[in-house]
Each structure stands twice: as structure tokens, then as C-alpha cells.
């Protein structure tokens, strides 16, 4: 089984982008961790303790019976992030502790300057856990490690519609996703100017799911190419 690290710049930004995704691989057996690298306040209505109150219960409806999806922050400031050799190598220390197999982390074009800055200590600190002789903030006396895959996931504050290199079905968890969104009360229930947005990502989810003949999908982004060992993975969309 696999040991996956899914990296958001705030709490939701996960389930947002690829809440479904966590829970089958959940499902699946896979160990999961979740990074939130700020607390994501402050907000109109939240607070720091409600946002990991949140995060918590959010986690928590995602996670699988015997195989719980695990949560950490990284402790750095929402709406400041910078990309700088301080958080890429606390970030290479998570990636070492948790021995990441997988990483997912938000694709490189958005508008939040915090997305854009994560990705990018994400995807250097894959680099930088890999050194020998370097010693990580947080890494536990882990050896290096390099994980093989890096996946983009798309939780983006730009109007754009995604152009997938795959899509994972996600069919049977949608309601798992729709209530981990929904954990976070006072991002999208009492704050009225987001009340909209878990429809629009349900409403997304149908549509990809439609492209790959599933009930739901969710998209990600690869820079690197896949291999197949053979066709079985392949989800065959029925013939128009």
C-alpha cells in the first residue's frame, strides 16, 4: 500500500480539490496524510481553534474504518507563504516522516499567491528530502527518501477549467466529499458569499466523472508520465 502526502496552503483546500480522491484511497487501504501548511486564518468567520476543529472532523469523515486519514500543520502564516530553504525544509522533513510514496499538491496556475508559493516549496522539497547527509527539521531521524509521483490536484482561484492528464473515479464518495466540505461551517455555511461553492464542486465533479462514463471524477495534473503495467487499472467508459 501506498503512503500518500496530499499538501494544501490551507485547511479545506484538500477536500475542495481532491476530497474524494482521499477518501478511496482511504478505502483502499492506502495510509494518508494530510498537510495543511497554515491554520488558513484569518477569515470573516472562523478562528484558528474553529478552522482545526474543523480540519479535524473534516479529516476525520474521510478517513476509512481501521484507517484513519491523518492530519498536520506546518505551522506557517496564511496569506504570507513564501517560498524560501526555511519551508522547503520543514517540508522535506513531513515528506520523510511520513516516507511519502505519493505527493499531491495544488496545481502551479492560480491567482492565491499562497497556492502559487506551496507548490512550489512542494515540489523542491521533494528534491530536498532526498539528500543525503542533510538533516530535516521534523524528519525523526528518517532516512532520505524520494518520492517517485508528484500529482498537481486542481483547487484553483482562477476561472479556468481544467485540462486533466488523468481522472480518478471518485463514483460512491461524493457524499463523503460533500460532508467534509461541509465540516467547514464557517467557511461554507455561515459565511453567505460561499455558500455556493460546494454545488459548483459537485457540479464539477459530475461533469469530469461524465468524461470517463463514472458518476463523479476528480482531476490531476502529471509534469512527469505515467507507466502501465497493463490495461486492468483503466476505467473503459462505455461506447457513445
Known amino acids: 500500500m501506498a503512503r500518500v502526502l496530499v499538501i494544501g496552503p490551507h485547511p479545506d483546500d484538500q477536500e475542495l480539490g481532491m476530497g474524494g480522491t482521499i477518501a478511496r484511497l482511504a478505502a483502499d487501504g492506502h495510509r494518508v496524510t494530510l498537510l495543511d501548511m497554515t491554520d488558513g486564518e484569518p477569515t470573516p468567520f472562523g478562528n484558528r481553534e474553529t478552522r482545526a476543529a474543523e480540519a479535524a472532523r473534516a479529516a476525520g469523515l474521510l478517513s476509512a474504518p481501521g484507517n484513519p486519514v491523518t492530519r498536520i500543520q506546518l505551522g506557517l502564516r496564511n496569506r504570507v507563504v513564501e ?3 526555511h519551508a522547503r525544509h520543514a517540508v ?6 511520513a516516507g511519502a510514496d505519493v505527493l499531491f499538491v495544488p496545481h502551479p496556475e492560480d491567482a492565491h499567491p499562497d497556492h502559487r508559493a506551496v507548490t512550489r516549496i512542494a515540489e523542491d522539497a521533494r528534491f530536498d528530502a532526498k539528500l543525503t547527509g ?8 528518517s532516512p532520505p527518501v524520494h518520492a517517485p509521483w508528484l500529482f498537481h490536484y486542481y483547487c484553483t482561484h ?10 480518478v473515479d471518485t463514483t460512491g464518495f461524493e457524499g463523503v466529499k460533500r460532508e467534509a466540505i461541509l465540516a467547514y461551517r464557517s467557511q461554507f455555511v455561515d459565511n453567505p458569499a460561499n455558500r455556493a461553492v460546494p454545488e459548483w464542486v459537485s457540479a464539477a465533479d459530475r461533469y ?7 458518476g463523479a471524477g476528480e482531476c490531476f495534473f502529471a509534469r512527469e508520465p ?6 486492468s487499472g483503466l476505467v473503459m467508459p462505455g461506447r457513445v
Open 208 to 214: 469530469f466523472g461524465s468524461r470517463i462514463g463514472r
Open 83 to 85: 517560498h524560501g530553504i
Open 158 to 167: 482562477l476561472r479556468v477549467v481544467p485540462s486533466p492528464s488523468f481522472i
Open 92 to 97: 522535506a522533513g513531513v515528506i520523510r516522516a
Open 226 to 231: 505515467l507507466g502501465l503495467a497493463g490495461l
Open 134 to 141: 542533510a538533516t530535516m527539521p521534523g524528519d525523526g531521524g
